[in-house]
């Protein structure tokens, strides 16, 4: 099984930024496409972004520009940097392994997440 672990989330200003990870485990990682999702209370999860094994990246509109996915494989790590943040990006934020085809997760089974909280 896979286990993943997401962290870097915190307490921004409008305008700031901030870099969230998601550290894999317990399979090969470059071999799967990650996402990022989110979900903002009273709201449905949503993906943000997305990264193949090659490297290939999508956003969604309301991120794009803005924000940009990466992934380390040595590591096992995919970041996502987080720029010019406004407050309709508060939420908790998720990865998880995704299809290729539809961005969709191989699973249900989400981790704890880590709190984005955009606010003056």
């Known amino acids: 099984q896979v286990q993943l672990v997401e962290s870097g989330g915190g307490l921004v200003q409008p305008g700031g930024s901030l870099r969230l990870s998601c550290a894999a485990s317990?399979?090969?990682?470059?071999?799967?496409?990650v996402g990022w999702f989110r979900q903002a209370p009273g709201k449905q999860r949503e993906l943000v972004a997305s990264i193949t094994s090659g490297g290939n990246t999508h956003y969604a509109a309301s991120v794009e520009g803005r924000f940009t996915i990466s992934r380390d494989n040595a590591k096992n790590t995919v970041y996502l940097q987080m720029s010019n943040l406004n407050s309709e990006d508060t939420a908790v934020y998720y990865c998880?392994?995704?299809?290729?085809?539809?961005?969709?997760?191989?699973?249900?089974?989400w981790g704890q997440g880590t709190q984005v909280t955009v606010s003056s």
């Open positions: 998880n392994l995704v299809t290729r085809t539809t961005w969709a997760p191989w699973n249900d089974v």
């Open positions: 317990g399979t090969i990682f470059s071999i799967y496409s």
